[in-house]
């Protein structure tokens, strides 16, 4: 029997400084809609989102429960937002503060991790140190250069990792066929021990913060403008999908994920929850950051035929978070997958509604999709309820 292991005050606060990292990247692509900038948005979440798991992943384990633990996650706080501060600027002046406030956050993970696992901590802080030095690296160059440190990091960020865990399950392996050796642990043995209630709790606030994002995005994007029936109508709509999207986790889903980690052994977690909260977590956040830049950039301009970079935006986005939503339902064994994957298909469709009409319509017709999609799901899939987080039958 598990001991109940809740989020605390401060993780919420930690959460809501990191995400002003995914605020900031919203305002990048909203202001150059284009393959480059979404790239850029890409690599720098990527690196950045790894590190945030990775605190989650602290806390799961060293309960901020002490002074000096306290003090280091608020110091990271401000390492985090060091980095938030320079997105914009990353691949640019901004980019040597960006690596030192992310030297920072990857040195203060380390320290707090010595506190749970000693020295065993090397085996991730020396390859996440690695990663943050390239990215500070790239901060002094331009260009190709730049990208190609960046592009260094994330081969770090996630090979380096899988060959240690492959050298490690290698070495208990041969531990096993020689008893007097010694005992070699996997990273899964590891770091496996976290708890169901704590890790699905702390994603589920997260990306709640991220969906509140979306909504101050609406406000932005009137800025003075006088408030109208059509833009009241498209920050309606604008609001129906962001909601439409949070209906899609949280009603079934999150409730759902509690339950298989409940199930799963602690030893197996740890695997699950990368594949869960940070692989298929990555791109459900990310799409949510691209709608709120795509809704920054339509609410002013309902009534106007959509240049096509904004329009990509809005349906780009929600795509991109029912990919990651779909990824995130496999990972976990949730069904079904076939209502979710043709509402995928059908958002994209609506980039010609944006172009060819007007913005309003566009708005319209992600709303229509994305709750035909919620009811059908209701109407044919046996044991999905309206029951927030339970559901009767796994579907």
Known sequence: METPHRVSTLELFFDLVFVFTITQLTVLLAEDISFRAAGQVLVIFTVLFWMYGGYAHLTNQVPPDRTVRRVLLILAMGAFLVCALAVPTAFGAGG????????????????????????????????????????????????????GLWMLALLIQFAVPQLVQRVAASGAESAEAAPAATTVTTVSDQLGGMSAEHLVERHGLLLIIVFGESVIAIGIGTGSLPLSVGIAGGAFLALAVASALWWMYFVRDEGRAEEVFAETAPEKRFKLAMLAYYYAFLPMLLGIAAFAAGVKKTIGHLGEHLHTGPALALAGGVAVYLAGDLAFRAVLGIGPARFRAAALVLVLATVPVGTGTAGLWQLLALVVVLLAALWAEVRWTPGCTAAAGRPTGSG
């Not at 960006?98 to 991730?124: D, E, K, N, P, R």
């Open 96 to 147: 040597i503060a960006f690596g030192l406030g992310y030297v920072c956050v990857v040195l203060v993970h380390s320290a707090l991790y010595t506190q749970a696992h000693g020295s065993g901590v090397l085996w991730f802080a020396l390859p996440n140190l690695l990663c943050a030095l390239s990215v500070l690296a790239a901060g002094f160059f331009d260009g190709p250069p730049a990208w």
